[in-house]
């Protein structure tokens, strides 16, 4: 399926959550692909998720920032990059609200950084990964669609957003091929445990309080991450540059409900549940449309709410090693 122009493909922030799912899903089911990942192993960077695919010979790690240009101008030259996929991003909404400037030299600075360098360089394809917080909060009904104008309320998305104008700008202005995926709330292997659904496995496996938001009430449309790289995969081989996808889990739940069923899978007590102070400015309900992408390029989500997040659950289980380290800080005396 891969389209045979492209087979270079430059990964940023692969050492992430979803970076990582996408690089494994790449090698794997695009035997054509070499792929450079270029991540500057932040925080929320972790070589561990990459143990699998070390000395891979289609494989490439590179430690560096997006907002390097010389970095990133040498390598899209020295690599003969034929397309990136930016997942570089600072992603965590609380960080955002305790700290928003790093959040505008990653997520706004790097992104055009990235887009003017692979301009520059000939790059075939660019595929922005954004998330559909950038289309705000909604009421009880509807869902976002990719006209659903922008109205994000965090830091985190006004820079994701930011970011999409750029990418935007650079298609019309400069005829650049762009591609933007706009994806609901991710879980699934190599979560840093700062997010809902791992933060909340662990703390329910060591009998620590879960600390909910606000009222609880507050829904996110979850989707397993294997199936956001499917339709990743999708956008950047077969979308039409120009174009948005909104991708999402069609799992519609309220925070409450996640905990309620991590607690269950796990045999815990529902009295490990506090109430906690709300966040600033927290987004009331998302929904994605994903009409689109499955009308135009036939993806569908594939892994039920059910069986994700039992899945998921496990995983964290047989992973102790990896999330222990992570919370002694050990992971990162790993480079
Ligand atoms: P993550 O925080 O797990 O990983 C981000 C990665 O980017 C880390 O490896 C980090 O080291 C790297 N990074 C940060 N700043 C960098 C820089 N300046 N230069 C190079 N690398 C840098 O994030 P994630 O949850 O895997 O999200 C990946 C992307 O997907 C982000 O762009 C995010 O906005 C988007 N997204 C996430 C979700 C979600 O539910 N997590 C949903 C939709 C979209
Ligand atoms: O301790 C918590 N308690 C709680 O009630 C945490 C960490 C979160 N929450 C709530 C806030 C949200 O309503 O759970 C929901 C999910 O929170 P996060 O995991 O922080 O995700 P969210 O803010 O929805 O943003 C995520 O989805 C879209 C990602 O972090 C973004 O990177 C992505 O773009």
Avoid at 29 to 39: A, E, F, G, T
Avoid at 80 to 87: F, K
Avoid at 251 to 260: F, G, M, Q, T
Wanted: with cysteine; hydrophobic share 40%.
């Amino acid at each position: 399926m891969s389209n045979t122009a492209v087979n270079s493909i430059l990964v940023t922030g692969g050492a992430g959550s979803i970076g990582a799912n996408f690089i494994y899903y790449l090698v794997e089911k695009h035997p054509d692909v070499r792929v450079v990942n270029l991540d500057a192993l932040t925080y929320a960077g972790n070589l561990e998720n990459l143990k699998e695919i070390e000395g891979h010979p289609r494989y490439r790690f590179v430690r560096g920032r997006i907002q390097d240009n010389k970095l990133v101008a040498g390598l899209i030259r020295e690599e003969m990059i034929e397309a990136v996929v930016n997942l570089a991003a600072e992603s965590h909404v609380d960080r955002s609200i305790a700290g928003p400037e790093v959040f505008v030299e990653t997520n706004v600075r790097g992104t055009l950084v990235l887009l003017d360098e692979a301009r520059k360089a000939g790059v075939q394809r660019f595929l922005q990964v954004s998330t559909d917080e950038v289309y705000g909060s909604l009421g009880p009904d509807g869902s976002f669609t990719e006209s659903t104008p922008l109205a994000p309320n965090s830091p985190y998305s006004a820079c994701k957003a930011g970011a999409d104008f750029l990418v935007r700008a650079y298609y019309r202005t400069y005829g650049f091929p762009t591609l933007i995926t706009r994806c609901s709330n991710n879980y699934g292997p190599y979560q840093f445990p700062e997010k809902l659904i791992p933060l909340m496995i662990l703390n329910a496996m060591q009998d620590k309080e879960l600390p909910v938001y606000g009222d609880g009430m507050n829904v996110r449309d979850w989707i397993y991450v294997k199936d956001h790289c499917a339709a990743l995969s999708m956008v950047l081989f077969r979308g039409k540059p120009g174009d948005v996808y909104n991708i999402g889990g069609n799992a519609e739940k309220p925070n409450l409900d996640i905990v309620r069923i991590i607690l269950k899978l796990l045999g815990k007590p529902q009295s490990l549940i506090r109430f906690v102070q709300d966040r600033p400015g927290h987004d009331r309900r998302y929904a994605i449309d994903a009409s689109k992408i499955q009308r135009e390029l036939g993806w569908i989500p594939e892994w039920k709410f059910e069986k994700g997040i039992a899945r998921t659950v496990e995983w964290y289980m047989a992973n102790r090693a990896w999330w222990e380290r992570i919370i002694s800080g050990d992971y990162q005396k790993y480079y």
